[in-house]
């Protein structure tokens, strides 16, 4: 019987002891707390048992945290205030009392902002669960009525020992030109359709604005450029002076802060990076947005456009003076929305984003390829006249623009010399021989003859079709575009051409003037023409070329451009990305290229190269 009992005793539990585990599950419980399982954390529940107080707190929860409380002056401060931090935000989750969730952010900050002679613990994983209870803690303090909803205000807020009265100057809501309202708290929205979603780690509640009204006084340029859903990255801050002082009082002071382009704030000599969410506010921008609609509807019916017929180039952010243009030209049956996997990245890369500002060109993709191109070359002149009319602002004049299948056919008309190259598609005789109405004159002119646009600097050709696509070869293509309703001022151009017989007139087909497609189709007289024309002096070109297969180039294709067409022997680069559809604007290998060419570009410019 005896020996019996090692073999028993060996099998039954000992109170204390391990038991075999995988490593996630033990990361799991070691980093759990009270953002991401709802419960308090390690360090947390530690305290609580070496203080006694772990089972009065399932008991009495408020009871408890004012026990922790009333211990600040006998030690162990920053555990209790973190502690306290995170105690305070769930008890606010719990029971809806905002004045705890706005404790928690106040115990939060006073635990992040120790006094100098604190030692520093780099290492302390505590510090990045009071940034979040100090984040989320204001989205909840100063939540509005209506979901998702962030007011910013100054006022007198209660807390579970206290007040807080907090300043708050309006004036920081005026940024740009615009009055910011309409705050909305990024972490209350998902993101959906974005590769990532990028959040810059930082301290301060990230939301979206909206840009409302100009701020009293003002008159900001470009202000028609901004659609009506734009949303805007900003950041809301709470400083407390001197906060370990502070938070032993029962009335506390702070001042609530609104950033709306800067990176990091100062708090006691330090740099404090703030946190925002560039992501979130580009997907509640685009979100329920009519320019998803656009892309049929905008190939089909030539005066129709989802923002009114001024709308030409859309701005992404008020213009921000110093930061040069990034013009983007969507291809045939799309829309800007095309760009938006590129934008999100592009605008979330901090060496790019704050070297550029991001205008979207939105046309109608039937209609003929020099009737929009003319329209955005137009367009670009009275934007840049209309932003700097003194030509103070150098970063304008270094453009880039970037055009995706029939929009890279756009770019490449700002950057070319046609002298009267088209014309003689039209007529053997001079066009200054004709005599035209004066606005038929001034269409045919902006369609027809191209000068280099001289702050254009550099384009970039993804899948473009210079020498037609086969697609518009097809019979479908040909069915398609019968439905291409042109505008009204074209048409009558057309027709009057067409039925006054002036002599010297080649083209009777210009009663029904060819719609993008027709000037898409392999042979056809604009695209040769447009082919054979030399990039100007002064603009420097590149290439990204998708093709779906491995094998050699001259027989590979995209599904819409075969790579022969795509390919310009002329252009500074070429990027061939493999396995790849028409639409290498949304691939990976595609944004990098174009990153690598801004950054290139940028180099160059701030070098004084160009």
């Known amino acids: 019987m005896c020996a019996l009992v090692p073999a028993l005793v060996s099998a039954c539990a000992t109170p204390i002891g391990v038991s075999p585990a995988s490593q996630r599950e033990v990361q799991r419980e070691l980093t759990r707390s009270a953002i991401t399982s709802g419960t308090p954390s390690a360090p947390t529940e530690e305290l609580l048992t070496r203080l006694g107080l772990r089972e009065r707190y399932e008991?009495?929860?408020?009871?408890?945290?004012?026990?922790?409380?009333?211990?600040?002056?006998?030690?162990?401060?920053?555990?209790?205030?973190?502690?306290?931090?995170?105690?305070?935000?769930?008890?606010?989750?719990?029971?809806?009392?905002?004045?705890?969730?706005?404790?928690?952010?106040?115990?939060?900050?006073?635990?992040?902002?120790?006094?100098?002679?604190?030692?520093?613990?780099?290492?302390?994983?505590?510090?990045?669960?009071?940034?979040?209870?100090?984040?989320?803690?204001?989205?909840?303090?100063?939540?509005?009525?209506?979901?998702?909803?962030?007011?910013?205000?100054?006022?007198?807020?209660?807390?579970?020992?206290?007040?807080?009265?907090?300043?708050?100057?309006?004036?920081?809501?005026?940024?740009?030109?615009?009055?910011?309202?309409?705050?909305?708290a990024a972490a209350d929205f998902r993101v959906r359709g974005f590769a990532n979603r990028y959040r810059h780690a930082g301290l301060g509640a990230p939301l979206s604005a909206s840009l409302g009204a100009p701020a009293p006084g003002e008159s900001p340029p470009g202000r028609d450029h901004i659609p009506p859903r734009l949303k805007v990255p900003v950041t809301a801050f709470l400083r407390l002076?001197?906060?370990?002082?502070?938070?032993?009082?029962?009335?506390?002071?702070?001042?609530?802060?609104?950033?709306?382009?800067?990176?990091?704030?100062?708090?006691?000599?330090?740099?404090?990076?703030?946190?925002v969410e560039k992501s979130s506010a580009l997907a509640y921008t685009l979100e329920g947005s009519a320019i998803w609609d656009y892309g049929f509807a905008g190939f089909r019916l030539g005066d129709y456009l989802p923002f009114g017929p001024a709308e030409r180039l859309i701005f992404l952010h008020p213009y921000r003076p110093g930061r040069i243009p990034l013009v983007l030209v969507h291809g045939?049956?799309?829309?800007?929305?095309?760009?938006?996997?590129?934008?999100?990245?592009?605008?979330?890369?901090?060496?790019?984003?704050?070297?550029?500002?991001?205008?979207?060109?939105?046309?109608?993709?039937?209609?003929?390829?020099a009737y929009s191109a003319g329209i955005l070359a137009e367009s670009l002149r009275d934007t840049l006249r209309e932003l700097d009319p003194e030509t103070h602002d150098a970063a304008l004049r270094h453009m880039v623009v970037a055009g995706h299948s029939q929009g890279g056919l756009l770019a490449r008309l700002t950057a070319v010399d046609s002298g009267d190259r088209f014309w003689r598609n039209v007529s053997d005789h001079p066009f200054e021989s004709f005599h035209f109405a004066p606005e038929d004159r001034e269409l045919l002119r902006r369609s027809l003859f191209y000068e280099r646009l001289p702050f254009v600097e550099r384009v970039i050709y993804l899948s473009t079709p210079h020498r037609g696509s086969y697609l518009s070869s097809y019979s479908l293509s040909s069915w398609v575009s019968r439905l291409v309703k042109l505008p009204g001022n074209l048409t009558r151009v057309g027709y009057d051409l067409a039925t006054k017989g002036?002599?010297?007139?080649?083209?009777?087909?210009?009663?029904?003037?060819p719609t993008s497609l027709d000037n898409m189709r392999?042979?056809?007289?604009?695209?040769?023409?447009?082919?054979?024309?030399?990039t100007a002096p002064g603009v420097t070109t590149h290439s990204i070329i998708p093709v779906k297969g491995d094998g050699p180039l001259e027989d590979e294709s995209d599904g819409?451009?075969?790579?022969?067409?795509?390919?310009?022997?002329?252009?500074?680069?070429?990027?061939?990305?493999?396995?790849?559809?028409?639409?290498?604007?949304?691939?990976?290998?595609?944004?990098?290229e174009v990153r690598r060419i801004l950054l290139e570009h940028a180099a160059i410019v701030s070098a004084g190269g160009r």
């Open 241 to 275: 002076s001197e906060p370990r002082r502070q938070i032993t009082s029962q009335q506390l002071t702070a001042t609530l802060e609104l950033y709306s382009e800067e990176e990091a704030t100062e708090v006691d000599g330090r740099r404090i990076p703030l946190e």
């Open 522 to 534: 392999p042979g056809s007289p604009f695209l040769m023409a447009l082919a054979e024309l030399p």
């Open 332 to 369: 045939t049956f799309s829309s800007p929305a095309t760009w938006a996997q590129l934008v999100n990245e592009l605008e979330n890369d901090p060496e790019v984003s704050r070297r550029y500002q991001v205008w979207l060109f939105i046309y109608n993709s039937g209609n003929p390829i």
């Open 560 to 592: 819409v451009v075969r790579y022969e067409s795509a390919h310009r022997a002329d252009v500074e680069s070429e990027l061939v990305v493999r396995h790849s559809g028409h639409s290498v604007q949304e691939r990976p290998e595609g944004i990098r």
């Open 59 to 184: 008991a009495e929860p408020d009871e408890t945290l004012a026990l922790l409380r009333a211990g600040l002056s006998e030690g162990e401060i920053s555990d209790r205030l973190y502690a306290l931090a995170e105690l305070s935000f769930l008890r606010g989750e719990a029971t809806g009392n905002r004045a705890q969730v706005l404790a928690g952010a106040v115990y939060a900050y006073a635990f992040l902002f120790p006094p100098a002679s604190e030692p520093f613990r780099p290492f302390d994983t505590r510090a990045v669960v009071a940034r979040n209870l100090y984040n989320l803690g204001l989205t909840r303090a100063f939540a509005g009525p209506e979901p998702q909803q962030v007011l910013l205000e100054a006022g007198r807020f209660e807390l579970p020992f206290g007040t807080l009265d907090v300043a708050f100057d309006p004036a920081q809501k005026h940024w740009a030109g615009f009055e910011l309202d309409r705050f909305a």
């Open 502 to 513: 002036q002599e010297g007139l080649l083209l009777r087909s210009l009663e029904k003037p």
